[in-house]
């Protein structure tokens, strides 16, 4: 599945075929979304090939909101989509459309189709029309109003767009083919009566088109050389091209692709929304979620996105894409990026007992071996410290297997000194509540006469310099691999663990200055990025990713 970069994927070749043999000169594409939810990943791709394309070939690609829906549409959903895809670094310029624009063109073209004696009003209510419309293998009867006038339906359509009807008491649908064994072709509706304001028009329409009325036109307005849409818009693809060539208008060209599926979770907005609604999750940005939003906040990086996204290309058939490769672009974005600082999410105080009590050194510390520029910064050493817990055990294995402390092991304290373990306090319930050590002043990182060779190598904090902050540890949102395959409720497969909140971490003193959207590296643990809800005296950190991919260790 993975594309050969120097091949071109289906849609390319397509695309240089139209350019060499003049049915283009350039692209123009669309991303259309539905103002009814917040971007996910899925989106995601779609917006880095639409937007690609268009890049690519030098073309440009619209914004057009496929807004035909105004029960479920919002406009602080139209605000969203725009914010993520200007993240994802996207300029769709001056071309922001929305298919409610041309409502009007609609309505005229609609009555055009009535005219020639292709479309006509049917009295009669959805569930009846599908007790007559047959099956793939069996040809539908014709509705008892198929055969209405070209006069009364004018009329009658007329009225339906004067609110003199109900929701649902009638339709316009299109006069095609009823014994097409593609249902789609089956008189499908163009026209609903929906009294609901609309987003944008407000009151001005009772009556709105279907997404097959809406889209391919509103494609051919914007003379959209490319409509990229997902599979399951194939079958529609012969009512698309029936309708354009029925109005006699710009043939824009549809062309499908795989829809993105992505393991451990799910893309589709009705399931993030209940995520959302039934409070499994803390909003549609919750750092879980596989929104744009979610992911921006979880610290996920727009370059990593649209990398994840050209890594795995465009398909013909829907498929599952291992997660692992989207938090793989993710590390290796970060790895260039991040400052790489000292945290240590279950702290173990160490007294140094050798140091003065009183005495602070300021060491150097790396910010990114990757990035020279990133620079130094310092960092103060100081008799009492802390390391990890999980960096002591009071009975290791022989040294060869235990690099860490344990009594009399050695480490070297990054960016410090080699300290030794002398000796530790037990609580009443058995865990380790503090370590003695003394440290060996020859050791001095950058000055260490190499005398002494340990393998273990610790990162620490200052006891005495730590700040106190809260970590949240994300796992995946789900258990199961292939979510799209699943048969019961979604929810049952909900990871329980997917949020562990750390509320006792120290970070180093150098944090001290961090601003929400920061991003750092914890040494030896993963990145983490400040989440939004920190405040000047509370800091909380988001895991964006381990360091390494564990899992099938
Ligand atoms: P959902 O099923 O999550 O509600 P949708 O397809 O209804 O998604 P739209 O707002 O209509 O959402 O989609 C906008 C564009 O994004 C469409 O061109 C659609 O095909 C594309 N898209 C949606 N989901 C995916 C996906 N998982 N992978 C690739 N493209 C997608
Ligand atoms: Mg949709």
């Known amino acids: 599945m993975e594309e050969n970069k120097k091949s071109l994927n289906f849609i390319e070749q397509m695309i240089e075929k139209d350019l060499e043999e003049g049915r283009h000169k350039t692209v123009v594409s669309r991303f259309p979304p539905e103002p009814n939810g917040y971007l996910h990943i899925g989106h995601a791709k779609s917006i880095c090939l639409n937007f690609g394309l268009a890049e690519k070939y030098g073309g ?10 105004p029960e479920k549409e919002e406009t602080k959903y139209v605000e969203s989509i725009k914010d993520n895809i200007r993240w994802l670094g996207f300029d769709w310029e001056d071309r922001e459309y929305y298919a409610s624009d041309y409502f009007d063109q609609l309505y005229i073209w609609a009555t055009d189709l009535i005219k020639k004696g292709k479309a006509y009003v049917d009295d009669l209510p959805a569930d009846a029309f599908n007790k007559i419309k047959g099956t793939p293998a069996r040809p539908g009867t014709p509705s008892p109003y198929r055969e209405r006038s070209v006069e009364e339906n004018l009329y009658l359509f007329s009225r339906m767009k004067e609110g003199a009807f109900e929701d649902g008491e009638k339709v316009l649908r299109a006069k095609i083919d009823l014994s097409s064994p593609n249902m789609h072709m089956r008189d499908p509706i163009l026209y609903r009566i929906k009294h609901t304001a609309h987003h944008r028009t407000g009151s001005k329409w009772c009556i709105y088109p279907t997404y097959d009325m809406a889209h391919g ?45 992505l393991s451990y979770t799910v893309v589709s907005k009705r399931s993030l929304r209940e995520l959302v609604e039934l409070g499994h999750v803390n909003g549609w940005d919750d750092p879980r979620m596989p929104t744009i939003s979610g992911m921006k906040r979880r610290g996920f990086t727009p370059e990593a996105v649209k990398k994840f996204a050209d890594t795995i290309g465009v398909a013909r058939r829907n498929g599952l894409t291992d997660v692992a490769v989207l938090e793989h672009a993710v590390r290796e974005d970060l790895n260039k990026k991040a400052n790489r600082v000292f945290g240590i999410m279950n702290p173990l105080k160490v007294i140094i007992t050798n140091w003065p009590e009183d005495k602070t050194e300021m060491l150097t510390a790396i910010n990114n071996p990757e990035d020279p520029a990133a620079g130094t910064r310092k960092i103060p050493f100081t008799q009492e410290i802390y390391v990890d817990q999980g960096d002591f055990m009071e009975n290791p294995p022989s040294p060869g297997k235990w690099f860490r402390l344990g009594p009399d092991r050695e480490v070297r304290l990054k960016f410090a000194y080699i300290i030794k373990c002398t000796g530790y306090k037990k609580a009443e319930d058995g ?117 390494r991919d564990n899992r099938n260790k």
């Open 431 to 547: 865990s380790i509540e503090e370590l003695y050590a003394e440290y060996d002043p020859e050791t001095k990182s950058g000055q260490d006469t190499g005398r002494k060779k340990v393998k273990g190598t610790l990162g620490w904090v200052s006891a005495s310099y730590a700040i106190n902050a809260e970590i949240r540890m994300y796992d995946r949102l789900f258990t199961t691999e292939n979510m799209s395959a699943i048969k019961d409720d979604f929810k049952n497969h909900l990871n329980p663990d997917s949020l562990k909140i750390i509320s006792n971490a120290v970070v180093e003193p150098s944090l001290k200055k961090a601003k929400v959207g920061d991003q750092v590296q914890f040494e030896r643990i993963g990145y983490f990025r400040v989440d939004e809800d920190s405040t000047q005296d509370h800091l909380i950190f988001n895991r964006t990713v381990t360091l």
């Open 60 to 69: 440009k690609c619209n914004l057009r909101f496929d807004d035909t829906d």
């Open 217 to 261: 036109q509103s494609d051919s307005i914007e003379s959209i050389t490319h409509s990229l849409c997902t599979l399951e818009f194939e079958v529609h693809r012969p009512l698309y091209e029936w309708l354009i060539e029925n109005l006699e208008i710009y043939p824009s060209k549809q062309t499908e692709f795989a829809r993105l599926n």
